[in-house]
């Protein structure tokens, strides 16, 4: 993209299969963007099933919706909603009563390079599955990030998505591994980051371990970013430090285990988590 | 714990996670080749029928598959011979 200095990146999250938590990674590495200081629109483009406004908890002030931008109806500037916990993140809702083909890829693309103008990244919530809706939610996309859970269902839709984005000619996606659980790993009963990454053979840009505190943030519509405590929370952070280009490490995430399984462990796997 | 002795043992069941990786290889695969386990079955009656009007072959052993790495897709087919013993030519048997 030229002008990178000036004008936002476009980041469109998908992942194939539906339920892997695309819109809870697309609220939390906007929140936590956000409190880096970045300038943030997360933009729902699953028309229809409109959710990002609940997840980050902004349900309750949405007047128009991105379909009221592409139909005239109102100005960008009116549908954009101010996350008030962070004056710099703001959310483009999706429209509830509509249907996908109400925005068109050209269409995305012009509200995209609106808010790229004065944002310094726009995160694309997509829809699942591989029709319409993803295409319109990869038209604008300058880089794109696949949510994957460690399960064999989710990481052949993975794969899929992976293939058409390569028929596109697009960027490179990068992988966020989604509700790794490190105790059923080492006991052998999940597939491990590593699993995952030589089979789709793409670059990693993080992985969020399966935690509690995800449905709790969730249910109360504060994202778990914001969460110091929550494991979740930093692994998200770590996604958004990694996107503004910092090295950084992969934090080691280990399940309850005894010393043997540890010893096993040490030879059998490289335990790269976090 | 059971891994460790697994490990002694020498064998061991394969783990879910193991197997979730093998049959994941697999169907990708047939799902980035759109070669799909039925052309591969037909592919395998095929190449058995032309080899054992030259050939006696162990037919219930032969495996065809297909295998793919970044660079290149192999079919590759493993055809083992009824008398598996390794003879001389001329050798009388």
Not at chain 1, 82 to 104: G, H, I, W, Y
Not at chain 1, 108 to 116: A, E, F, S, Y
Request: with cysteine.
């Amino acid at each position: 993209m030229e002008g990178k200095n000036m004008a936002g990146q476009v980041i469109t999250v998908t992942s194939g299969k539906g339920g892997v938590g695309k819109t809870t990674v697309t609220a939390n590495i906007g929140v936590a963007l956000a409190m880096l200081g970045k300038r943030v629109v997360c933009l729902d483009a699953d028309i229809g099933l409109r959710n990002l406004d609940v997840v980050m908890g902004l349900e309750n002030r949405i007047v128009y919706d991105v379909v009221d931008v592409v139909e005239g109806r109102c100005k960008l500037r009116q549908a954009l909603i101010k996350d008030k916990r962070f004056p710099e993140l703001c959310l483009l809702p999706a429209a509830q009563t509509r249907d996908k083909s109400a925005v068109r890829p050209e269409d995305l693309i012009r509200v995209c390079d609106q808010l790229r103008l004065d944002h310094d990244f726009v995160l694309i919530d997509s829809a699942a599955g591989i029709e319409e809706g993803f295409r319109t939610a990869m038209a604008p996309a300058d880089q794109v990030l696949i949510v994957t859970n460690p399960e064999v269902s989710a990481v052949r839709d993975a794969d899929r998505v992976i293939g058409l984005l390569e028929a596109a000619e697009k960027q490179p996606a990068k992988l966020v591994v989604n509700r790794l659980k490190p105790d059923v790993v080492s006991r052998g009963d999940m597939l491990d980051t590593s699993d995952v990454l030589e089979i789709l053979a793409v670059e990693l840009i993080g992985i969020i371990p399966e935690d509690e505190s995800v449905l709790i943030s969730t249910n109360r519509g504060r994202p778990v970013a914001m969460d110091v405590k929550s494991q979740a929370g930093l692994a998200f952070r770590n996604v958004a430090r990694r996107l503004l280009g910092e090295d950084v490490p992969f934090q080691t995430l280990r399940g309850q285990s005894n010393i043997f399984q540890r010893f096993f462990r040490m030879i059998h796997s490289d335990g790269r988590q976090g | 714990m059971s891994g460790l002795f697994d490990l002694f043992r020498g064998r061991r069941e394969p783990s879910s996670r193991e197997v979730a990786k093998q049959r994941l290889q697999l169907v990708l695969v047939h799902d980035r080749a759109n070669v799909s386990p039925g052309l591969l079955e037909t592919l395998k009656d095929e190449i058995v029928a032309v080899i054992s009007q030259h050939l006696e072959i162990d037919r219930a052993n032969v495996q065809v598959t297909f295998t793919q790495s970044r660079t290149e897709s192999k079919l590759v087919a493993d055809i083992p011979l009824l008398d598996g013993r390794r003879r001389r030519a001329g050798a009388k048997t």
